[in-house]
């Protein structure tokens, strides 16, 4: 069975930091690009970043340039979202999402998506 399971959520104060994990299983995750995103209550889902199959292409978006590192450990089948200098509108549920095309860290027909882990940034 393909599974995503992403773990690391919580809740954090303002300016704190948390790592987000996603573990496949069933197939091996080293083949594909892989991307972080989010959705907040009442909002558009929205990629976070992405990383190319080997790692040595990222991309994120704006708001979170500077303060968000993606990686990924292909041995263990599982790529990783350091969230540091957290802010409130960071606030949302975090999906990772394998077979995205890094150009533009779309998803496509064949995009297979985790179950989510809750992000709430909060005082």
């Known amino acids: 069975q393909l599974q995503l399971v992403e773990s690391g959520g919580g809740l954090v104060q303002p300016g704190g930091s948390l790592k987000l994990s996603c573990v496949a299983s069933?197939?091996?995750?080293?083949?594909?690009?892989v991307g972080w995103f989010r959705q907040a209550p009442g909002k558009v889902r929205e990629a976070v970043s992405c990383?190319?199959?080997?790692?040595?292409?990222?991309d994120y978006t704006d708001s979170v340039k500077g303060r968000f590192t993606i990686s990924r450990d292909n041995a263990r089948n599982t790529v990783y979202l350091q969230m540091n200098s957290l802010k409130p509108e960071d606030t949302a549920v975090y999906y990772c999402?394998?077979?995205?095309?890094?150009?533009?860290?779309?998803?496509?027909?064949?995009?297979?998506w985790g179950q989510g882990t809750q992000v709430t940034v909060s005082s």
């Open positions: 069933g197939f091996t995750l080293g083949y594909h690009t």
């Open positions: 999402a394998s077979r995205i095309d890094m150009a533009g860290c779309t998803v496509g027909a064949r995009t297979s």
């Open positions: 990383i190319s199959n080997s790692g040595s292409r990222s």
